[in-house]
């Protein structure tokens, strides 16, 4: 059984401050994969990331980090310098690797608003 | 547009219609999943499919759901005798497996509203 927890339900700040989304996952997998997705008001999930449960290296791009601990099961998800188009709800998701990908499950999802 | 495709975007239907989505993955992906979201939710796994053959289906899928993919390409879901409860939006997504799999790319949703 797969389970991804977002504890976050709605976050509120200024633009320019840093925020960070939390996500904790549960998988018996040894092998899985994580992902975020950010869904804007006009429904498309956007692809963000995918980490391998191997790699626990931090990951950086531009305004967006990611630190994986595997010791906590979290994957969480920090956006530096936040700015209005930041604005949308959030997505962590988890898919287990056995023979293949299998069914990506969800977590509830965070909705982040950046206000001006 | 190389990206998955769905239609229509929007369905209202009166309850007890049926209605039927359909998704157009991305050409070269043999892995073709559907999910609902409602409301203030994380989208729903329902079912998915490598190439024509449907692998998994989830026990939200009731009898009056049922999905294909009869060429491995296009896949269509079809929602019988609709419920209010069935008001949501339906996703596709593909995946290619070869390789090692890859990133899983999502359409932009089919809402349905039933009236």
């Not at chain 1, 925020?19 to 008001?41: A, G, H, I, S």
């Not at chain 2, 209202?12 to 359909?22: C, E, L, M």
Request: hydrophobic share 30%; net charge neutral.
């Amino acid at each position: 059984a797969q389970k991804v927890t977002q504890a976050q339900t709605e976050i509120s700040v200024v633009e320019k401050e840093d925020v960070t989304l939390d996500c904790v996952y549960e998988t018996r997998d040894t092998t899985y994969y994580l992902f975020w997705y950010k869904q804007p008001p006009s429904g498309e999930l956007v692809f963000l990331i995918r980490r391998n449960s191997f790699d626990e290296q931090n990951e950086i791009s531009g305004r967006y980090s990611w630190n994986f601990q595997k010791s906590t099961s979290s994957f969480n998800f920090t956006i530096t310098a936040s700015q209005v188009v930041d604005s949308a709800v959030y997505f962590c998701a988890l898919s287990g690797y056995s023979g293949g990908y299998q069914k990506v499950t969800f977590g509830t999802g965070t909705k982040l608003q950046v206000i001006p | 547009d190389t990206g998955v495709s769905q239609d229509p975007r929007h369905k209202i239907t009166k309850r007890g219609q049926n209605v039927t989505f359909r998704c157009d993955p991305i050409s070269e992906h043999n892995r073709l999943y559907w999910y609902r979201q409602t409301l203030g939710q994380g989208p729903e796994f329902l079912t998915y499919f490598q190439n024509e053959a449907q692998l998994e289906k989830s026990r939200l899928l009731s009898d009056r759901f049922s999905a294909e993919r009869p060429k491995g390409s296009f896949s269509t879901l079809e929602i019988q005798r609709t419920e209010q409860g069935d008001s949501a939006m339906y996703l596709c997504a593909s995946l290619s497996v070869q390789g090692g799999g890859n990133t899983i790319y999502f359409g932009e949703g089919s809402w349905l509203t039933v009236v």
